[in-house]
Every structure is written in structure tokens, then in C-alpha cells.
């Protein structure tokens, strides 16, 4: 059908009732046609949540600042003498810079029946107890050695393979030869720290007015207990190829979406368990569970076999899967619309004049497939990922096992040590994400650290203090210099096609982060700020040929909604826009669709239908479980100083730095 013929075909559903399929089809136009006014009003009518018909309302007022019917459904008397506030999926300047790699394999249907035909004995589940409490104050962030406004853009939480590989090498060894438990239970006791617990909690909800201003609510009231269901495992040829001398089993753990609604809707979640070369029932089996959020992790598995897996499996089961959400388990929640419009941008598909807009119009629609789908993204949590651990384990006979995570997977980690204990023999948290922490008011404070700590080793090391002399100074200036002054670099090449980029200090920053996140290439850093204070921009030209590619390995619907749910509106609004002026970091934030103001930040999660997480979600860990903390002195994102808070609450914890 043409797009005049869905607009048609979806304003006659709206009328008669049809919203479902009117929504279905008047996304399909927006998609199409995201200038079409009538599309979008009418795709506000067809929708029922609130925060999205109000976008679609707010979206005409863009297009048609007077038109009668979107003034009458936001309830605005006369038109404005300023334009309607913008959404903050479309408030933005120059290109986006993402920090995560969506995937773009198609979303299979969701699975509505069991399969009784189990590889393994189903077992019933019945409603687990809930943990409840309130989250114990953080520590308020200390600022680095010299602020300076922002303009920096945060990286995905992904370890980087050359990391993960120096590592594992370290913890293999204290894993297999038995070491790791006597280690961590040797090293030295923590500093307790009392938590203050809150009898009450004051919810404050907001009232509508003309501007729609948004109070961000912490914590919301315990969620609906757990009914009873009966998870079961689905064998299956695995779907990657496998690498050579491994032997592998792979298979579908089938789980409730929602384990407070419907048990019938389930998900389907791939797992990879790659088996010991040498059995020993003694050695108990580790699971990995991988970062971003939203990163996939058995595709991970096979292609870095090598470093992640096969040290471990020497003596041990290791087990692999894409969790709730990701890579190639169902749904997965990607959004085609934001890696099709990323792909156009970098490539000068898109005119500067509508950049917002098809930004904006990319976010609406990969939200309104999803809720087309039937897709209940309130149960995509960092909580319902560990429940989905205890049952993967519960349905392949495992007891106990060791769980390592890297970077937001220590987070799931953590929770699982936290809400399931009785499943974790040890953990190895590299790259750690307290529970606690908030990236969005935290993140800043990292990387300025890290930025010092690479300025301080540079000026006490002799040959670099010589050769890259008042390193920070160059710095900052250069910072400064290219905001003013910024320069378009234009690379070409047969694999990437011909992509253009505004070289500001933003680009110029993230550059170096990026670098420092590599072990192997933070020695590089001093000499790239330097080739680029010469006018040398090889390194940007590098990563250039990255950016097609920039994508692939992450769910962009999952990341949104954990960040929004666990993160964005897990901070009382006053506290964002505190940080929001201490350092410019949230305005400056750029990873699609995050970026604008903390009202827009907000309003885009709300738009989305996240909501905050549940009184206790956000609990900090205390445990006594044998922990070992591993951080980068230099790591901008997860910085060391987020592993030296958690272990100062893990009775039995060793920390390394490298």
C-alpha cells in the first residue's frame, strides 16, 4: 500500500475503534513520511499511554504550531507565541555520537505456547520472597582536578576483548588451581556501612499543565508478586558457527515475559553451554553474563572463543546466553529505524535542516513497532535478567555455579548475588557497575579521573613528560579550539562509502576515551593529542572506518528501556539537573535517543513508557560471597573507583587493578 493509502486505511481504524491496527498503520507513514501532520495526529488518537499520545500532539505543534486538534488534546487554549517544547528524541546540534552497536537481525514472533517436548525437566516455580529496603545514600561525587565544562559523550559499558583477556588469564588460574576462595577469603575485611532504611516513601505525582513539566519518581511501590509458572528448555542446533575443537550444546530456555502477568506470553532465550575437556564434578561451572546493556553474548562467545571461553573450559562448564532482550534470543528489541537513520547521517544521507526530525521520527517508530508487537518493555529489568539466571540453571541441573561479569553484567551480577546467594559458589566482577550507582550523575566524575590519572602518569614518566610536554594544557586547549573552530573531516573507502563527520571537541575527546579503554592503546593517547594539536587527524580517520559497524552487537530497545527504568528515573529530577549544571553532562549526552536537557531526557523516557524502578531494585550488595574486582586505572566509564565502593561491602572480596 502507498502511504496516502495507510494514512486512509489507519485514520478509518481510528475512527471505527480499530486502534491497533490504526497505530500500526499510521507508524508505518510517520516512518515514511515523518513531515505528514494528519499521520501524527492521528496517530496520537490511536495510541492509549499518555506520555506517547502527548508526542505525537507535540509532534504536530512542530509541524503546524496552530493546529486546532492538537491544541485541543493538550488542552492549550490559544496558540503560543513560541513554539511547542520539542521532545528531547529531536533536541540536539551536530551528529549523534553513539556509544552502542545495535544489531540488526529482524525480530522473530514472540512464542505463545511451552513446548512440552523439553530437553530438560520442566520445574514449576512459585513466587520467590522479595527483598525489600530502600537503597542506602550515595556518596556525593567528588570533582576531578580541574573542571572544565562538558562535551563528552559516554561509552557503552562493553570490555573490550584485550582486557578481558589479561584478566581472565589471572582469574582461570586462581579458578582452576582453587585458589580463588582461599584468596578472597584472606584478603582484608571491609569497612562495614550501615544502611539507613526509610519507613515511608512520598510519591510525587505531577500535575498536567500547558508545559507538561516531569517530576522524575526514584522509587515506585514493590511490583506484583511472582505467579506460578513452569519454565522449560528447548534443545536446538546452534545458531553461530562453532569454532574449531569446541564441543557445544545450545538450546532455548522458554520463561514467562512477565513474571507478575501472563505466564502463557514467554520469551525465548538462546543458551550456549560449552563443555569441560576434562569433566570433574568437583569443578563447578561458570557463567558469563556479558554488559551494554542490551550487548548479545553467545555471538561473543564463539568469535573470541579463544580469550573468553577456552581458558575456562580446560577444567569447567562454561555457559553463555543472550539475555532477555538481546542478540539472538526472542524478541530481540531492536530498532531498524535508528540504525537505518544512523547509517544515512554518517554517510550525508540526512540535510542538517532535518536531522532532529528523522532522529526523532526513527525513536516514535521503533517504539511503536515494539508496543505493535505486544511488547511489554516494563519487564526487560536488570532484575527479571537475574530471575532468568536462577531458571536457566534451575532447568540444566546446576546448583551453584560461578558467575563472571563484565561491565553492566556485573550489575546483574551483583543482583543475582543479592537476590539468589544460594546460586554463587564465587563472582569475578570486571569493569563493576555498583547497583547504586547512577551513570547519568556519575559518569562525569569518572572521566575526569581518568583523564588526570593519564596527565599525571604522562608528566611523571620522563620520556613522556619530554616528548608530550603540559599534556593536560595542550588538552583542554585543543578542546576549546575545536568547539570554536570546529573542522569537517570527509574519509572515503570502498568497504565504508564516503562518510563525513564534524571534528569538534566533543569528537576530538571521545577519540582519546576511547583509547584509554584499551589497554593496548592507552599509550597511544598522549602521542594522538598531540598529531591532532599538529593538525593530524590519522586517529579520527581510523575510527572513522568504524562507524558503519558501530552498531552491530547491540539491542537499542533494550537499552533505552534499562537506562531509563534503572538509571534516568532512578534520580529525584533536582539531582539530574544539579548534575545537569555542576557539569553540562546530561545536555551534552549523546547517545541516541538521549541527548537535550534534563527535562527532555526525562520526557523521552517517558514518551518511551519506562517507569522508575521498584521499592529495593536499586539495593546496594552486601555479601560474604568469595569476589574478585578487577578495574582499569585508566577506564573512563567504569572507573576503579566504582569497584573500591563495593568492595568496601563484600565481606570475602580481592581487588585488582591493571
Not at 582469574?171 to 569497612?191: D, K
Not at 575526569?448 to 602518569?457: K, P
Request: overall charge negative; glycine content about 6%; hydrophobic content about 35%.
Amino acid at each position: 500500500m502507498s502511504i496516502d493509502e495507510n494514512l486512509k486505511a489507519g485514520i478509518s481504524a481510528a475512527k471505527s475503534g480499530d486502534l491497533k491496527n490504526a497505530a500500526s498503520l499510521l507508524a508505518q507513514v510517520v516512518k515514511d513520511d515523518p513531515l505528514s501532520v494528519e499521520a501524527w495526529f492521528w496517530l496520537g488518537k490511536s495510541l492509549t499511554i499518555p506520555e506517547r499520545r502527548e508526542y505525537c500532539f507535540r509532534r504536530v505543534l512542530v509541524l503546524d504550531p496552530i493546529h486546532a486538534g492538537a491544541r485541543q488534546e493538550l488542552g492549550l487554549a490559544k496558540p503560543s507565541s513560541t513554539p511547542a517544547p520539542v521532545p528531547a528524541s529531536i533536541e540536539k546540534s551536530g551528529s549523534p555520537i553513539p556509544s552502542g552497536k545495535p544489531a540488526e537481525t529482524p525480530a522473530l514472533p514472540r512464542e505463545r505456547t511451552l513446548d512440552k517436548s523439553s530437553a530438560v525437566e520442566n520445574k514449576k516455580i512459585t513466587s520467590p520472597p522479595i527483598n525489600p529496603g530502600t537503597p542506602s545514600a550515595k556518596p556525593k561525587a567528588q570533582p576531578g582536578k580541574r573542571r572544565r565544562r562538558s562535551n563528552i559523550t559516554p561509552i557503552v559499558l562493553t570490555c573490550s576483548l584485550a582486557a578481558l583477556f589479561i584478566c581472565i588469564l589471572a582469574v582461570v588460574f586462581l579458578i582452576n588451581s582453587g585458589q580463588l576462595s582461599s584468596r578472597l577469603l584472606q584478603a582484608l575485611q571491609p569497612t562495614q556501612i550501615t544502611q539507613q532504611n526509610t519507613a515511608q516513601m512520598t510519591i510525587e505525582t505531577p500535575e498536567e499543565t500547558a508545559t507538561l513539566t516531569f517530576t522524575a519518581t526514584p522509587y515506585l511501590p514493590t511490583p506484583k508478586p511472582t505467579v506460578a509458572y513452569i519454565p522449560t528448555f528447548e534443545s536446538a542446533e546452534c545458531p553461530f558457527d562453532i569454532p574449531p575443537g569446541a564441543d557445544v550444546t545450545c538450546g532455548y530456555s522458554i520463561l514467562p515475559e512477565d513474571r507478575s502477568g501472563d505466564p502463557s506470553r514467554t520469551i525465548r532465550l538462546l543458551v550456549a553451554v560449552y563443555k569441560a575437556g576434562e569433566p570433574n564434578p568437583d569443578n563447578l561451572p561458570v557463567i558469563f553474563l556479558q554488559g551494554g546493556p542490551g550487548a548479545g553474548a553467545v555471538e561473543l562467545s564463539a568469535q573470541a572463543y579463544q580469550a573468553l571461553v577456552e581458558p575456562f573450559v580446560q577444567e569447567r562448564d562454561f555457559i553463555v546466553f543472550d539475555q532477555r532482550g538481546t542478540g539472538m534470543s526472542y524478541p530481540s528489541l531492536d530498532c531498524e529505524e535508528l540504525t537505518k537513520a544512523y547509517l544515512d547521517d554518517i554517510h550525508g544521507l540526512i540535510p542538517g535542516s532535518t536531522r532532529s526530525l528523522v532522529y526523532s521520527n526513527a525513536f516514535i517508530s521503533c517504539n511503536g513497532v515494539m508496543i505493535v508487537e505486544g511488547v511489554e518493555l516494563d519487564a526487560y529489568t536488570t532484575s527479571a535478567s537475574a530471575a532468568d539466571v536462577r531458571d536457566i540453571l534451575l532447568l540444566l541441573d546446576h546448583q551453584k555455579v560461578n558467575i563472571f561479569g563484565a561491565s553492566y553484567g556485573t550489575r546483574l551480577a551483583q543482583v543475582i548475588m543479592r537476590d539468589y546467594p544460594e546460586l554463587v559458589n564465587s563472582a569475578i566482577l570486571d569493569s563493576v557497575v555498583p547497583v547504586e550507582a547512577n551513570l547519568f550523575t556519575e559518569f562525569q566524575t569518572g572521566i575526569e579521573t581518568a583523564l588526570a590519572r593519564l596527565f599525571d602518569a604522562c608528566s611523571q614518566d620522563p620520556q613522556c613528560s619530554t616528548s608530550y610536554p603540559q599534556l593536560e594544557t595542550v588538552f583542554w586547549e585543543l578542546v576549546d579550539q575545536l568547539d570554536t573552530q570546529p573542522i569537517s573531516l570527509t574519509t572515503s573507502s570502498p568497504q565504508t562509502g564516503t562518510i563525513t563527520e564534524t571534528l569538534n571537541g566533543s569528537t576530538f575527546m571521545n577519540t582519546v576515551l576511547r583509547s584509554m579503554k584499551q589497554s593496548s592503546l592507552i599509550e597511544t593517547a598522549p602521542q594522538s593529542i598531540y598529531r591532532f594539536n599538529n593538525g593530524d587527524y590519522s586517529a579520527l580517520i581510523d575510527t572513522q572506518a568504524s562507524l558503519p559497524n558501530i552498531f552491530e552487537g547491540i539491542s537499542p530497545g533494550l537499552y533505552i528501556t534499562m537506562i531509563c527504568h534503572e538509571q534516568i528515573l532512578a534520580a529525584p529530577l533536582e539531582e539530574l539537573q544539579t548534575a545537569d549544571k555542576a557539569a553540562g553532562a546530561l545536555r551534552e549526552y549523546a547517545w541516541l535517543p538521549f541527548y537535550g536537557d534534563v527535562q527532555n531526557i526525562v520526557r523521552t523516557c517517558k514518551t518511551w513508557g519506562a517507569q522508575g524502578p521498584w521499592l529495593g531494585e536499586n539495593q546496594p550488595l552486601n555479601s560474604s560471597i568469595p569476589t574478585l574486582l578487577i578495574a582499569g586505572a585508566f577506564d573512563p566509564t567504569t572507573p576503579p573507583s566504582f569497584a573500591q565502593q563495593l568492595y568496601e561491602r563484600l565481606g570475602s572480596s580481592y581487588y585488582f587493578e591493571f
